[in-house]
């Protein structure tokens, strides 16, 4: 019996994180109410206390485990421990690690949704691709705009602030959002983001960010390209502040970086915003859909396309391949377990929600009065009599 306790404590564990998720998923109103507080005063309380430490302090610990791992492996050779025993506790500390990721921040995946915390109404466009080249357009020509305010030098390369200074400027997007907006749902900590350490790793397998629930800890790899920097920056915050799903996290990092009073943060915002509509909008298949990629990147211009190059040229440099599908496989597994069935492909479903603010925060101010002048009014005694006769003169 001895030799299955470990079987028996990680069977105990899984059941215990298969009922919270099912628990979650069952009563999502139930859950909403009190678990996104609690996960964030804990995610606020860890990060807090680790931001004393400069290096990322999930990464030590991850050391430790794996010197600890190996130990426990000569260990086993040496003192002829039971193998089956000993992979029994190894599997139980595996499954109380994945079980504390649920309790302390994986229900958040089934926690309201970002739109319904910034009262964003989502907008169905059903096969037309319209709407989504106005908001791409849109998109494309803020960024036009911003790439030419943007600070770069003689060859008209971007010129980017440290990788500190640009963690400690994001606050500045948050801070607006929710003193000015209204959106609590972003007041949570605005400590500056870690350099993720092993950077060269990572960005062999792809890597921008990485936030660790058990630390409290969001890291930016420091890699990652200037123009794409304060959008991935602001999405690991919301990432910390318990905005879990990625599609809400990309969304977050939209308007934190619009919102900021930095030209590069805005650039970084409207740049990211328009590659991702751009490319929903070169998957649709329909020669409407290709003529208007055509022209909307004909459109861009020359510093928004240097930095579109230079963005394209610095992955394709740094990225390799078999390492990028391992870290993607790895990814989209740990999404869909978390409770995301999209898993990777959640990063680029921002696309709607994206589409979604431009009709409601750019589109329909602009158009309101062109709606209510095309109104019918039953009691307008002119309009009615105006119309009849035109219809009388018809016959």
Not at 366 to 388: L, N, S
Request: hydrophobic content about 45%; overall charge negative; proline content about 4%.
């Amino acid at each position: 019996m001895k030799y299955w306790r470990g079987y028996i404590a990680a069977a105990a564990l899984a059941l215990l994180t298969w009922g919270l998720t099912e628990f979650a998923k069952a009563h999502g109103a139930l859950v909403d109410m009190v678990y996104p507080y609690m996960s964030r005063l804990i995610q606020d309380f860890l990060a807090q206390w680790t931001a004393g430490v400069s290096v990322c302090l999930w990464q030590v610990l991850a050391i430790l485990l794996a010197v600890g791992l190996l130990a426990s492996i000569v260990a086993m050779i040496l003192l002829k421990w039971n193998f089956v025993q000993w992979l029994g506790w190894v599997l139980s500390g595996v499954v109380l690690l994945w079980t504390l990721h649920t309790g302390m921040y994986g229900l958040n995946q089934y926690s309201s949704p970002l739109a319904d915390d910034i009262r964003l109404n989502m907008m169905v466009i059903g096969d037309s691709a319209t709407p989504l080249i106005n908001a791409t357009t849109y998109f494309r020509d803020k960024a036009n705009e911003l790439a030419d305010q943007v600070q770069r030098d003689e060859n008209g390369e971007l010129i980017a602030p440290t990788f500190q200074e640009s963690a400690e400027q994001a606050k500045d997007g948050f801070d607006h959002l929710v003193y000015e907006k209204n959106y609590p749902v972003f007041a949570g900590v605005t400590t500056p983001v870690k350099e993720l350490g092993w950077a060269g790793m990572y960005t062999a397998m792809g890597i921008s960010g990485v936030t660790m629930p058990f630390t409290g800890e969001a890291a930016v790899n420091p890699n990652t390209h200037p123009v794409s920097l304060p959008f991935t920056i602001c999405h690991e915050m919301a990432h910390r502040m318990c905005i879990a799903p990625e599609r809400d996290a990309n969304l977050a990092a939209f308007l934190a970086t619009t919102a900021n009073s930095d030209p590069l943060y805005q650039y970084s915002g409207y740049f990211m915003a328009f590659r991702y509509c751009y490319n929903s909008l070169s998957s649709i298949s329909t020669s409407t859909a290709a003529n208007a990629c055509n022209q909307l990147y004909e459109g861009i211009n020359d510093n928004m396309r240097r930095d579109l190059e230079s963005y394209w040229a610095h992955l394709d440099a740094s990225i390799d391949d078999n390492a990028s599908d391992f870290a993607n496989n790895v990814n989209d597994a740990y999404i869909q377990a978390s409770g995301d069935e999209s898993g990777t492909k959640s990063y680029g479903e921002v696309t709607d929600l994206l589409l979604s603010w431009y009709w409601q925060e750019i589109y329909l101010p602009t158009h309101v009065d062109e709606e209510v002048e095309d109104a019918f009014d039953p009691f307008d005694e002119e309009y009615v009599f105006q119309e009849g006769l035109e219809a009388a003169n018809d016959q």
